[in-house]
């Protein structure tokens, strides 16, 4: 499936994102609830931010009065803040560090990668993500660098939650792309961030509300098992089940609630883990392309879930 063009002036992901939804917008834009054209619907939540695909995209075609986004990965959080607050001192900072690693041969590249690794690492130690302060500019400009310049796009954490995505290799990554962060800086400007598990969004949500679900997905296998740590805690079976319970609970408020998620179906047709969950909701599967192998070769067309509480 072809990916949406882009249109100039319009925000879109700024972070290369494992499992991100580019690919999949037309299927999840085409099932947005009707409230969302007809103005019924005046405040969008999404409590696994990751990349923001399906935000950035729907305010391309929509006006939505309120957006609030949550994640539970902090690092996360604190570079969407950081994009709101200081656009321009980030951008700043990643033309500096884009200027040095342009002007290194292949081996002194690498070399950057790695000192500005063990540096977003160690300062892991120091840094407070509980108030905003002068050092989330760097850490915000170490994040998209990182991003840009590792393995495959990938963010991952270990137990202790230090970057471990080893160096990527390519000729000419695009770590930085001022105009973006700029239109990504307009749109957040009445957007509310915060950090936290996919529940702290209870209390904002109404029956004006749609919820997008975007979590880790649950493994097809153990190969795929390593591309859901985004968060240095994980995101296991029990978590899917009270995020279904969670599903439900916005359901009886009234929300408009739409979930997307692997199909383990691809794997083992008699795995009903997703349909036994959410039994009574509305599941279809549509075909995707997963980006996350680290075999290119191993990459295809396969199923994935999207879940609505309407039709």
Known sequence: MPRPKRTPGQAHPFLKWAGGKTQLLPELISRLPPGIA?????????????GGALFFALHEHHTIEQSYLYDINCELTLCYSVIQKDAEALIERLDHLGSEYYNHDDE?????????RESFNR????????????????????IIFLNRTCFNGLFRVNRKG????????????????????????????????????????RDVVDEKTFV?????YRPLNEKTAVFTSYAKDGFGEDDQVRLADFFRELDSRGAKVMLSNSDPK???????FFDDLYSGFTIERVPATRMINSNGAGRGVINELIITNYQ
């Open 38 to 50: 007809t103005g019924e619907i005046t405040r969008y939540v999404e409590p696994f931010i990751g």
């Open 108 to 116: 002194g590249r690498k070399a950057l990668f790695y000192e500005i």
């Open 123 to 142: 300062q892991l130690t120091s840094i407070s993500f509980s108030e905003y302060n002068p050092d989330w500019i760097t850490r915000a400009a170490w």
């Open 162 to 201: 230090e970057f471990n995505v080893p160096f990527g290799k390519y000729k000419n990554p695009d770590i930085l792309n001022a105009e973006n962060l700029q239109n990504v800086h307009k749109l957040l400007a009445h957007t509310r961030i915060r950090q936290g598990d996919f529940t702290s969004c």
């Open 212 to 216: 997008y679900f975007d979590p880790p």
């Open 266 to 272: 691809n794997t083992d047709p008699d795995d009903c």
